[in-house]
């Protein structure tokens, strides 16, 4: 159940502008798939056939080169208007487009640079333009074509693809819908096609978990701006989020280590803070530059806190990032002074309710 | 003779009734049938939906088995007639599915294990809330408890795990146009279940589940096709488990969040109890009830005299409590030890040592516990003792109480 708190400024803030991104919002559907042949145009513009008979102005304005017969059969039920030639190439009749300004448009196929000469250099920035008049795009991609991911396809395909589009593109979207359906191949094989097929259902699978993630991870992006469009100060733990405490004196190598680890295998997010002291030794601040380093170089994104209460401050942080995860060296002070005001681990543990803590060893 | 080989296993994953998981099992099932394959459905639940019982047509349908119980009649999955009709491909819907008492066995899956076991290849469908280890998460989001859950093993040794996706807005259009469920009943489940951030944060869970189920399937097809590239398909000796089994209610979520980790570590798990045995649990009892226990329940335990000893002078519910997490924790196919020792935290830490544990895992005391009984001694004092392995403290994901 919601946990309802006073919110802070900054979130108040961020409220508002999630509110204000809503109420001017641009319409974008995106089908992702993971490799030709899943049936991504099919259902695509299945979509666009129910959509036309359920009474929607609908429009197909981009359709593949190639297409296999159940998408051909979909075609005479519905209004395409088809691509424009430009020199050498084709791109997206924008003119036709935009005067016809249909409720909703097609594009099949996103990942494509426009010829010379045409409105936009790609296709994708063709589709803004749309947006932009009024209109609701339906779009369709495969992973492989997702800029900021063609190193880790090709390290997979061992194919480079040269036109792309950015991420942040993706991740604008609306509302993405993840095409899983297998390729076309049989459950049942005999033994020598099960041997023959399993490398390139290897490499099949690698790109499916790709565009699982990055569904995922834009699915998880839209979650926290609708729980903050309704001032939810709330996380639901959908993913696992990791903070590491640096300290001085921190084992942060293996800490490091293992939340590299973890976050890997749970395809989580990876933070390490640091909580400014007033007064810090040179050889101190030697020690924590180096350890930051070594969070900086395993990919996590460093966040520096303040506050005099360092167990406050981390807290308080971890609960507002959504952190499930918090790693935290052994508390050096022991003796005396701890039993009297006890040890900041355990005052740590007692307070951190609502995530796991782990503590390591020095 | 070849021995037959086992039946190959598909799981369509969704996160929600409605999102189309039936219809895309049909789907598959009507193309394998049209490539010549021999293929029934075993189990089917139409829901009363129109497009999904269209796509049963022409498909052979093993009749359900109706069983009486306590005046009802439930239909059940006819395990036996399937298995003596012996299709290649057999659909078997909802496998999370707890059969009706008085069914040979209690779960779906257990059923679907004997056609797999038969050479049967099997398709099914389930929603990512009735994932054991997932539990408490879909609680937090949902506020609902689901109690019909399936381990993650069971889910874990399918062939292949396929995510049937569809935008929350659409699911909300279809639930709203009557496609899922009638009037009353959507209007109820729009109100409860099916609130928009709800199922966001379910398609989030299922999208990463399968991501997770993927992987580990690519990195097994590398060890078993002759590669020899290391992954999370091989069990990581890097990293061991421990569990620490308590009365405390706590324990289960403790049992699935250290299961859970395990299996993504890809690490060996073990879960223990401690009980405490003779004279110390004899002291130790008598501590605890005269230093924080009132007079009268001192007196009350003296009068109903339960015997020590063996059973470490715990409360019956306590015992009780304890045993369904040892047999929770072996479902889950966890390996469990019950240990006996003078001293909870000694007899865990040295057989961590002794077991070469890396990571110990222990549940965090209810906020109100804390300042009482033995909880907090527990915990702190394992953080303090066990200095050579990392500890997980692990937390509800509910809101705190005030």
Request: include cysteine; aromatic fraction near 6%; glycine fraction near 6%.
């Amino acid at each position: 159940m919601p946990e309802i708190r006073r919110k802070t400024p900054d979130e108040l803030l961020r409220q508002v502008q999630a509110e204000e991104a809503a109420a001017k919002k641009e319409h974008l559907k995106i089908f992702l798939g993971y490799a030709s042949g899943v049936g991504k145009s099919f259902r695509m513009l299945d979509e666009a056939r129910r959509r036309r008979e359920r009474g929607q102005d609908v429009v197909v304005g981009a359709i593949q080169p190639k297409l296999p017969p159940e998408v051909e059969a979909l075609l005479p039920k519905l209004e395409v208007i088809p691509l424009k030639t430009i020199g050498d190439g084709t791109a997206i009749d924008m003119e036709a487009l935009i005067q016809r300004h249909p409720a909703v448009c097609f594009i099949d196929g996103l990942a494509y640079d426009n010829p010379p000469g045409a409105r936009n250099p790609t296709r994708w920035q063709d589709v803004q333009d749309l947006l932009r008049t009024g209109m609701k795009v339906i779009g369709s991609i495969n992973i492989q074509y997702v800029d900021e991911l063609r190193e880790q396809v090709e390290a997979i395909t061992g194919k480079r693809v040269t036109q792309t589009v950015p991420v942040s593109f993706i991740k604008s979207a609306d509302e993405i819908e993840i095409v899983d359906a297998p390729p076309h191949e049989p459950l049942v094989r005999s033994l020598e096609e099960e041997s023959g097929a399993a490398k390139r259902q290897q490499q099949l699978s690698k790109l499916r978990e790709l565009a699982l993630v990055l569904a995922a991870d834009v699915v998880d992006h839209q979650l926290s701006e609708y729980l903050e469009r309704y001032g939810i100060s709330q996380h639901f733990g959908t993913q696992e989020r990791i903070l590491v405490c640096i300290t001085p004196r921190a084992n942060v190598r293996e800490m490091i280590e293992t939340a590299r680890v973890i976050a890997d295998r749970f395809h989580g997010e990876l933070i390490a803070a640091y909580v400014q002291q007033p007064e810090i030794s040179p050889e101190d601040r030697v020690a924590l530059d180096e350890k930051l380093a070594i969070a900086w170089a395993a990919g996590a994104r460093i966040e520096i806190l303040e506050g005099e209460d360092a167990v406050g401050a981390i807290l308080d942080f971890a609960k507002s990032r959504g952190i499930t995860q918090l790693f935290i060296g052994h508390s050096q002070r022991a003796g005396l002074w701890s039993r009297l005001f006890g040890n900041p681990v355990d005052r740590l543990i007692r307070r951190s309710h609502g995530m796991d803590v782990r503590v390591f060893p020095h | 003779m070849a021995e037959r080989r086992r039946g190959r296993l598909k799981i369509f994953m969704g996160y929600a009734a409605g999102v189309g998981k039936t219809y895309q099992m049909l789907e598959e099932a009507r193309q394998l049938k049209s490539q010549g394959l021999d293929v029934v459905i075993g189990y089917f639940e139409p829901h009363g939906r129109k497009d999904t019982i269209a796509k049963t047509e022409g498909m052979e349908v093993i009749p359900r088995k109706t069983l009486d119980y306590r005046g009802g009649m439930f239909a059940e999955m006819d395990t036996a007639a399937i298995l003596a009709r012996m299709p290649q491909v057999c659909l078997v819907d909802e496998y999370p599915h707890t059969n009706v008492p008085g069914s040979e066995r209690a779960k779906r899956w257990e059923d679907v294990e004997l056609l797999l076991d038969a050479g049967i290849d099997v398709l099914t469908t389930m929603n990512i809330q009735h994932l054991e280890s997932l539990n408490d998460e879909v609680w937090h989001i949902t506020g609902i408890r689901v109690r019909e859950t399936i381990p993650d093993w069971v889910v874990h040794q399918a062939d292949e795990v396929v995510m049937v996706d569809l935008t929350p807005r659409a699911l909300l259009h279809r639930l709203q146009r009557g496609v899922v469920y009638t009037p009353e009943k959507a209007e109820r489940a729009l109100k409860n279940f099916f609130r928009e951030s709800t199922l966001v944060a379910l398609r989030e869970l299922a999208l990463r589940e399968t991501a997770h189920e993927v992987e580990h399937r690519s990195f097994s097809a590398v060890t078993t096709v002759g590669g020899d590239e290391p992954g999370p398909g091989l069990a990581d000796k890097n990293h061991k488990i421990l569990i620490l089994v308590t009365a405390d209610p706590a324990t289960a979520m403790l049992i699935r969040r250290g299961k859970r980790v395990s299996d993504f570590l890809n690490a060996d798990c073990f879960a223990v109890t401690v009980q405490r045995t003779g004279r110390a649990a004899r002291q130790q009892t008598k501590d605890k009830l005269a230093g924080l226990w009132r007079a009268a329940r001192v007196r009350c335990a003296r009068f109903t005299g339960k015997p020590l000893g063996d059973l470490a002078g715990l409360p019956d519910a306590d015992r009780e409590a304890i045993e369904q997490h040892l047999n929770f924790a072996r479902n889950l196919h966890i390996e469990t030890r019950i240990l006996e020792g003078d001293d909870v935290v000694t007899a865990l830490v040295d057989f961590a040592r002794r077991n070469q544990i890396t990571q110990l895992f222990l549940a965090r005391p209810a906020a109100r516990s804390w300042t009482r009984l033995f909880g907090r001694d527990v915990v702190e004092r394992i953080v303090g003792v066990a200095t050579d392995m990392q500890i997980v403290i692990v937390s509800g994901r509910e809101p705190e109480l005030p």
